[in-house]
Nanobody, 114 residues
Framework: VQLQASGGGLVQPGGSLKLSCKASGTTFRFDGNEWYRQAPGKQRELVATINGDGTTYYIDVVKDRFTISRDWRTNTMTLQMNSLKPEDTAVYYC?????????WGKGTLVTVSS
């Protein structure tokens, strides 16, 4: 299983970014598809989850601003981030758990600054 994350960058407060995570060796039809982030000096934290049945979960601080989804055609999981705040600045990682093993994509840096 390999995950390739992309889409990070520099954006002003209030702006939007869309992160993508393309998978090989698995699909996003199973449970346990997630985005995490790690801000400077802080522990990595769960941001959002999408399960095999399409149900989603968000941490409170991103609820109503971020949307997690998946595209069967391209085998990609995305995180649409709107109304970005400086405190959203972090390295974002996509993650799946398959057959008892954790798989992480390389992080993509999101910087929210004016």
């Amino acid at each position: 299983v390999q995950l390739q994350a992309s889409g990070g960058g520099l954006v002003q407060p209030g702006g939007s970014l869309k992160l993508s995570c393309k998978a090989s060796g698995t699909t996003f039809r199973f449970d346990g598809n997630e985005w995490y982030r790690q801000a400077p000096g802080k522990q990595r934290e769960l941001v959002a989850t999408i399960n095999g049945d399409g149900t989603t979960y968000y941490i409170d601080v991103v609820k109503d601003r971020f949307t997690i989804s998946r595209d069967w055609r391209t085998n990609t999981m995305t995180l649409q981030m709107n109304s970005l705040k400086p405190e959203d600045t972090a390295v974002y990682y996509c993650y799946v758990r398959r057959w008892g093993t954790d798989y992480w994509g390389k992080g993509t840096l999101v910087t929210v600054s004016s």
